[in-house]
């Protein structure tokens, strides 16, 4: 056990809908990270929070938003959703991540597997 | 493009063989670690090199950061059925943000 929860596990939806996948980090950990992993593209990073604030963007799309709440959990919103979002959506925390590297070890949670229909 | 290319994408192997497995990329890297991941599990951090040249050992797993600190590999002596799994290498830049590989599929077959 990571420590980082995430839920739904599941999420099953159809096109054209919006859903919210939610992330808690390990107690301590003030970096919250998004990653979608699909067969072809394997781990890809969407977004970065650190302390509240957005850090970094990787290849988030737009109909994607996501944010870090002041109890540190997570929000990765998705909307107006394609066949093509269908993947796994994990979430992981660090201590650091501040923009200087940190040795930055990622604690994944066990993900939210999404299928859009 | 991906920053690091893992190879091979795929290995089966018997039970007690060895294997080695590579994380390869042309940038410079602070820190390289190496995850596995189980199917419908997230990734789970097995360890973190530093140093160019560093070796570091967890049980039958070998990993080796290359000495400018731009690859690494991984070597698995007398593999287990309990070592199969997808094996992420990931590179934290200079700037502190990290890259992901797409992985090393290992299976041992017992």
């Known amino acids: 056990d990571s420590g980082v929860t995430q839920t739904p596990k599941h999420l099953i939806t159809a096109t054209g809908q919006r859903v919210t996948l939610r992330c808690s980090p390990r107690?301590?950990?003030?970096?919250v990270y998004w990653y979608q992993q699909s067969l072809d593209q394997g781990l890809q990073f969407l977004i970065q929070?650190?302390?509240?604030?957005?850090?970094a963007k990787g290849n988030i799309l737009e109909r994607f938003s996501a944010q870090q709440f002041p109890d540190l959990h997570s929000e990765l919103n998705l909307s107006s959703l394609e066949l093509g979002d269908s993947a796994l959506y994990f979430c992981?925390?660090?201590?650091?991540?501040?923009?200087?590297?940190?040795?930055?070890?990622?604690?994944f949670g066990p993900g939210t597997r999404l299928t859009v229909l | 493009t991906q920053l690091l290319e893992q190879s091979p994408q795929f290995l089966s192997i018997q039970e007690g063989e060895n294997l080695t497995v590579y994380c390869n990329s042309s940038?410079?890297?602070?820190?390289l670690q190496w995850y596995r991941q189980e199917p419908g599990e997230g990734p789970v951090l097995l360890v973190t090199?530093?140093?160019?040249?560093e070796v570091k050992k967890l049980k039958r797993l070998t990993f080796q950061f290359g000495d400018a600190r731009k690859d690494s590999s991984l070597h698995i002596t007398a593999a287990q059925p309990g070592d199969t799994g997808l094996y992420l290498c990931?590179?934290?830049?200079?700037?502190?943000?990290?890259?992901f590989g797409k992985g090393n599929q290992v299976v041992v077959i017992p």
């Open positions: 992981a925390s660090s201590v650091g991540g501040s923009g200087v590297p940190t040795y930055n070890e990622q604690f």
């Open positions: 107690s301590g950990d003030l970096s």
């Open positions: 929070y650190y302390n509240g604030e957005e850090r």
């Open positions: 940038s410079v890297f602070s820190s």
């Open positions: 090199v530093v140093t160019g040249g």
């Open positions: 990931a590179g934290e830049s200079l700037k502190g943000r990290l890259a």
